[in-house]
């Protein structure tokens, strides 16, 4: 069965510092990968996501992310973090066939980031 | 409407009672999720349907939790004989295609007393 892992349940930064969050999964084939985000007292929003393509995504708020295959991995980055960033994060892991996400998504359990001013 | 739309927003209910929970769709979305989200983890896929088809319930953990999309918008999940193991943030998304951006609702919290 797919997994996914973030093994940073809970960060803590300062504003300014930069940020990284790990997510790994556990999938042979070929995966579309996302990062959400949920601010307090909100509903889950998309921050950025991969299909194919540059390895490197883009997001909002500044965010990006890096699929690297051969680690199966797809960290979150920012290098910057804002009060505002303060939110749970979580990846998401899509199984595709022929090219596309087999329906369900498969999350970590989240890391809560906290921004101190 | 302009987002996905979940109701109730909280459910309490006592041990063994019936609950329905609704999700409206961001309109003419195709796709349509159904996850649970227990405190301190991620969410957890349940089933979901392209238009009125169920197109996978694998993730509904017993017979008590079944859906349905019976005209390919608004969608019921529901929990029959409800169990205090059944408490969790019960979410719903939408996506314009099956392999395009989810986007999630509000959520109902459910508490099983």
């Known amino acids: 069965a797919q997994s996914v892992s973030q093994h940073n349940h809970h960060v803590i930064l300062s504003e300014a510092a930069s940020l990284e969050l790990g997510c790994n999964y556990s999938?042979?084939?070929?995966?579309?990968l996302f990062w959400y985000v949920q601010y307090p007292g909100q509903h889950l929003q998309l921050l950025l996501k991969?299909?194919?393509?540059?390895?490197l995504v883009k997001g909002i708020k500044g965010f990006e992310a890096e699929f690297i295959k051969s680690k199966f991995s797809f960290n979150l980055r920012k290098p910057s973090v804002h009060w505002s960033d303060a939110a749970e994060y979580f990846c998401?892991?899509?199984?595709?066939?022929?090219?596309?996400?087999?329906?369900?998504?498969?999350f970590g359990r989240g890391t809560q980031l906290t921004v101190w001013p | 409407g302009a987002g996905v739309s979940q109701s109730p927003r909280y459910k309490v209910t006592k041990r063994g009672q019936d609950v329905a929970l609704r999700c409206d769709p961001i309109?003419?979305?195709?796709?349509l999720y159904w996850y649970r989200q227990a405190l301190g983890q991620g969410p957890e896929f349940l089933t979901y349907?392209?238009?009125?088809?169920?197109?996978?319930k694998s993730g509904l953990p017993n017979d008590r939790f079944s859906a349905e999309r019976p005209e390919g918008s608004i969608s019921t999940l529901t929990i029959q004989r409800t169990e205090q193991r059944d408490s969790a943030m019960y979410r719903c998304?939408?996506?314009?295609?099956?392999?395009?951006?989810?986007?999630f609702g509000q959520g109902t919290r459910l508490t099983v007393v």
């Open positions: 309109s003419g979305h195709v796709s």
């Open positions: 349907f392209n238009y009125e088809a169920q197109q996978d």
């Open positions: 998401a892991v899509g199984a595709t066939d022929r090219g596309s996400t087999l329906g369900r998504l498969y």
């Open positions: 999938y042979g084939g070929t995966v579309n």
């Open positions: 991969y299909f194919s393509g540059d390895p």
């Open positions: 998304a939408s996506s314009l295609r099956q392999n395009t951006e989810a986007f």
